[in-house]
C-alpha cells in the first residue's frame, strides 16, 4: 500500500492577469477579453514535504485559459527556484503540479496541457501593499494594492474560484505584467491583481 505524502507550506502569494479590476474569473464569470493570462507567484515561507525542507523558495506559474477559467483547456508553465535542489524541486514539482493532492489538485483538473517544469532565478518581493516578482528574463510583475475606504484594503472573500481557498484576496493594480516563453507574449499595465497570505496542505 502506498502512503501519501504529508506536505504544509505557508507564506504569500500575489497574481495578475489581462482582466480590468476586478478580474470576474472569481466569480465563475467570463475573462474580461473572453481569455485568461495569468502570472501567479508564491513565496514560501516555512513549509515541508515530508522530511524535505522548503523553507524560503519561490515559485511561480504562467497559465492561459481560452475562455472560462472553469471550463478547463488551460496551458500552464511551472517555474521552480533555482535555489532549491534536486530533492526540493522534486517536492514543489509534486505540489504545485498537483500530484500530491490538496487544492492544486483540484487547480490541475483545468489543466489542458503542461508547456514545461523549469529551474529559474526566481525574485519575489513584498512590500507593504506592493509585490513584485522577476522570472529570469521570462517574466516580470508588478503590482500595488488599491487604496479602499479609509486608506483600507479593498478585500474579496468567499469567491467561488481562486488560489487560495477561505482567504481573503486584496484587489491590486499591476503596473508591470510581462511574459514571454513557450511561444506566449504578453505586456499589459494597468490591469488586476490580487495577493494574499497562503496556507496549503495534502494530501
Known sequence: ????????????????????????????????????????????????????????????????????????DWKVALYIDEQSNQTQQEALTQIFSGQSGGHFALLASFIGEV???????IDYKADGRSRSLTVGNLAAMEVQAIEGGGGSEVTISNNP?????????????????????????????????YYSPFVYKGP
Request: one cysteine or more.
Open 1 to 72: 500500500m502506498v502512503t501519501a505524502t504529508e506536505w504544509d507550506i505557508r507564506g504569500t502569494y500575489f497574481e495578475s492577469c489581462n482582466c480590468e479590476i476586478a478580474c470576474p474569473c472569481v466569480f465563475l464569470s467570463a475573462p474580461t477579453t473572453g481569455e485568461c493570462t495569468v502570472l501567479i507567484a508564491w513565496h514560501i515561507d516555512s513549509g515541508s514535504f515530508a522530511q524535505t525542507n522548503l523553507n524560503g523558495l519561490n515559485v511561480a506559474l504562467a497559465a492561459h485559459s481560452p475562455g472560462a477559467m472553469t471550463q478547463g
Open 115 to 121: 508547456l514545461g517544469v523549469t529551474t529559474a532565478a
Open 161 to 193: 474560484l481562486g488560489i487560495v481557498p477561505g482567504e481573503p484576496m486584496v484587489v491590486a493594480k499591476a503596473s508591470q505584467l510581462t511574459y514571454h516563453d513557450h511561444g506566449m507574449d504578453w505586456d499589459f499595465s494597468g490591469k488586476n491583481a
